[in-house]
Structures are given as C-alpha cells and as structure tokens.
C-alpha cells in the first residue's frame, strides 16, 4: 500500500495528466450544409439564419452541392434558383 503521501501524489500525478490531455488539441468539427434544406417544408426546413450560429463551432464548412464554372474557374451553385435568394 501506498503512504498518505504517495495516494495524494498519485492523485495530483493524474489530475495534471488528464488536464494536460485535455489541453493538448482542440477537437476539428466539419460543418456539412446541404441546400437543398433551403427547399423543405416545415420541420426539416433548414434557413441560413437557422444555420449562422452553428457555424461558430464548425473548423470547416462543406457546402453541400457547389460547383465550379467551366469558362471563369470560380465556384457557383448548382441550383441557380437559391442563389438569389
């Protein structure tokens, strides 16, 4: 058996171990938006301001269903009609 004195340093020696883990890298979280949750009814529908405060936890975003424009090379959405909305 461990002294008094070894249980309380056993005890200290994990606390610093689990705060040290705790510490060492904070978890990455993948954010994934599918548009066409714009579209539904009533319960399942998603709106982007339903969606903003979320994505103060996400580390990335995928936006579900973008493309890439053949002749400009730059991103554009696949469904057209939610692009002005």
Known sequence: MLPSGGVF???LL???CSWHVSQADVAKLVCFY???????EDL???SLSELEPALNFCNFLIYGY???DAES???KSLNPELSDK
Not at 34 to 40: G, L
């Open 44 to 46: 399942a529908q998603l």
């Open 9 to 11: 340093l056993g005890v």
């Open 14 to 16: 994990c606390l610093c």
């Open 66 to 68: 973008a493309g890439i």
């Open 73 to 75: 090379f730059k991103i």
């Open 34 to 40: 599918d548009t066409s949750s714009f579209v539904r």
